[in-house]
């Protein structure tokens, strides 16, 4: 079994910051790319970084300059630094990981989201 768990997500004023991080388990031989993405009520889910094995990373517009994505290898974990946060990142954020597994592929897996609510 396979899991993505993820902590961090909470309630703060805007202005304020929040660390995300998500820990990849089980029978994992491999992981590829690492990234978040969140998704607000009523739209649709949306990328906001990604990173990948040798440390490339992407984001969206929106988050450029506030956030930061990172990832610690050794300990199969992605983290998402977010900064002078604003109301509209409120929204349910998700770990996703591409992974090669004991079932001897590479396959989508996420974690179960975290909420990140930013107050006015």
């Known amino acids: 079994q396979v899991q993505l768990v993820e902590s961090g997500g909470g309630l703060v004023q805007a202005g304020g910051s929040l660390r995300l991080s998500c820990a990849a388990s089980?029978?994992?031989?491999?992981?590829?790319?690492m990234g978040w993405y969140r998704q607000a009520p009523g739209k649709q889910r949306e990328l906001v970084a990604a990173?990948?094995?040798?440390?490339?990373?992407n984001y969206a517009d929106s988050v450029k300059g506030r956030f930061t994505i990172s990832r610690d290898n050794a300990k199969n974990t992605v983290y998402l630094q977010m900064n002078s946060l604003k109301p509209e990142d409120t929204a349910v954020y998700y770990c996703?990981?591409?992974?090669?597994?004991?079932?001897?592929?590479?396959?989508?897996?996420w974690g179960q989201g975290t909420q990140v609510t930013v107050s006015s």
């Open positions: 996703n990981a591409y992974l090669y597994t004991a079932t001897h592929r590479w396959s989508d897996y």
């Open positions: 089980g029978s994992i031989f491999s992981i590829n790319a």
């Open positions: 990173i990948t094995s040798g440390g490339s990373t």
